[in-house]
Every structure is written in C-alpha cells, then in structure tokens.
C-alpha cells in the first residue's frame, strides 16, 4: 500500500499530454473501478469512523486524518449498491474535488495504471441518466468504470447554482448579444451547473460531452464563417474528460487559425493540486477551480468583453 500512496503523490506529470493515471478499486464485487490519481491526496486503510447525528445515509461517518475531519462515503452505496460492511478491511481513497476534500470507503485499492485520454470512452449508449459512469475504459480486457463523483457529491450536497443578485444586477453581456457560451463537460452535472449558472447572461448555450466533440463542433462553426468568434463568444471546458481532456482541446483551439481568438476558461474540479503552468503552456486564458457560480459568470463576462487577436 505504501508503494500505491507513494505514486499518488509523485505521478502528477502526465497532465497536458492527453494522458493520465487512474487508480484501480473495487467496491464490493469483482468490478474495477478508477479515480484519477490527480485528484488523490491519499489512500490508507479506513481508520476507526465518528458517528455524527443527522448525516447523510451515505456518509459512514467521520475521520480526523492530518489534523482535519473528513466525511467519509460509503461509494458502494452512494452508487446504489449494498454498503461496505467491513470497515477494518476496507481503504479510505482521499480526494479534492469542487473546493473541498472527501474520503471515498472502498472495498480495496489495486494498483495505478497509465493510459491515454483517447482510450477514455464515453459511457455505452443507453446506460441512462441514472447511471453514475462518467466513462469507461479497457484494461487487461476487462471494462473499467468511471464514476460521476460530481453526481454523487451533487446528490449528498446540492450545490448552489444560482449567482447573487448583486452579481446579476451588474452583469452587462450587451456588446456579445447573438454570441453563443459553448460548455464541454463529461459530467451531466457539471455540466447542468454551468449551463443554470450561466443562464442569467442571457446568451445561447450550446454544450459538448468532451473535448473531442467539442473540438469537433467548434470546427464546424468556424468552417461557416472563417472564425469561430463570430458565433462563440467563449468556451468553459473541464479538464478531465474522454477522448481528449481540457488542456489538449485548448492547444488544438489555439494551434488552430479558425479557433485561436477563442478565449477558453478552464473550469474543473482539480483545485488544490492544480497546475498553473499548465495553464499558461497550453495557452488557456483562464482558470477557474468548481464550482463557485459567481466566480464563473464573472469570469465568463470578462471574458466576452474582451477581444483577442488572431496569433
């Protein structure tokens, strides 16, 4: 375990060139699962829990790790399935997503595996918006889950999607009127949470599964006027995503004479770990960590109002 705990702090360095590193895990049954390693700070075996009146069903109780009290999901049961009953034998996988820090119980940590955003799938057609995959992959000829841990998160916490009346009371889109706010997110969540934060602008919103699709739909919009700014007045794009993650899209964009004036926020839920110099080498002209809704349609606003020139 130590040998897994070690990669996790160490293996950061493949963001950027459409790889990454997915750490493998079960739950209950024979099926495997991935988190990536980015968004790990730490796996161990599941300490001794703090039972706090009133919680969440699926949160098993509470853990003081480092100084810190972290609440910990049971995601066998978050995911619909039975709960994980042996605590003693089971990990604690503890993750940073949307600003805050969560421990995930599951039922044992195998190994990390290397792999390429490109052999990400998206989830098989008729899975449902019930499913909790956000996307899956083959390793060893065996399919290997991706949860929508956006969506479990959403459905313990809500979040907040609305911006502060004060926010919206200042916001001023005028000069982009007719331009649309394209979206490209894999979470259906996320995605939904963007789309109602961004509503209050008053803009078209046009949206895409992943960074291939997106990259895909750009080039068409672009292929009808010479440029796509004509049409698009900024793209939000998360990061981790199937087929091809945020930053490459955002390379493509701006390697591309069509697409380059288009000013792209990266919006994602890698936040503490997050690499500012990845930021600048792929040419993003914005970072924002998920999921603060004023933040965002500040962001986005600026963003509109402000022109870029060809390169």
């Not at 003693?88 to 990390?112: C, H, K, P, T, W």
């Not at 080498?281 to 933040?295: L, N, Q, S």
């Amino acid at each position: 375990m130590s040998s897994i705990m070690d990669s996790v702090n160490q293996r950061t360095q493949l963001v950027g060139q459409n790889r990454l590193e997915l750490l493998l895990f079960r739950l209950n049954g024979r099926q495997r699962f991935g988190i990536n390693v980015f968004k790990v700070r730490e796996v161990l075996q599941c300490p001794p829990l703090t039972q706090i009146p009133k919680l969440n069903s699926l949160v098993r109780g509470v853990a003081h790790i480092r100084g810190q009290t972290i609440s910990i999901i049971d995601l066998s049961m978050a995911t619909g399935g039975r709960k994980i009953e042996n605590l003693e034998s089971g990990f604690i996988i503890i993750a940073e997503y949307n600003r805050s820090v969560q421990g995930f119980l599951v039922g044992s940590v195998e190994r990390i595996i290397n792999t390429n955003w490109d052999a990400i799938m998206p989830p098989p057609q008729g899975t449902g918006k019930a499913s909790y995959l956000t996307a899956v992959t083959e390793v060893e000829n065996e399919l290997i889950e991706i949860l929508d841990v956006e969506k479990i998160l959403n459905e313990i916490s809500p979040l907040n999607t609305d911006i502060s009346q004060d926010l919206a009371d200042t916001l001023d889109v005028s000069s982009s009127e007719g331009k649309i706010i394209f979206i490209a997110d894999d979470s259906s969540v996320a995605r939904n949470q963007v789309k109602k934060a961004l509503t209050a602008l008053g803009l078209e919103i046009e949206v895409a599964k992943n960074g291939l699709e997106a990259l895909k739909m750009l080039k068409k919009l672009a292929s009808e006027t010479g440029d796509v700014t004509d049409k698009v007045g900024v793209l939000v794009s998360d990061i981790e995503m199937p087929e091809m993650d945020g930053y490459t899209l955002t390379a493509e964009i701006k390697n591309d004479p069509e697409l380059a004036r288009l000013h792209v926020v990266l919006h994602t839920s890698l936040s503490g770990v997050f690499n500012q110099a990845m930021v600048k080498k792929v040419g993003a002209d914005d970072f924002i960590a998920k999921f603060h809704p004023d933040e965002l349609a500040s962001a986005v606003e600026k963003w509109l109002g402000t022109e870029l020139k060809a390169k």
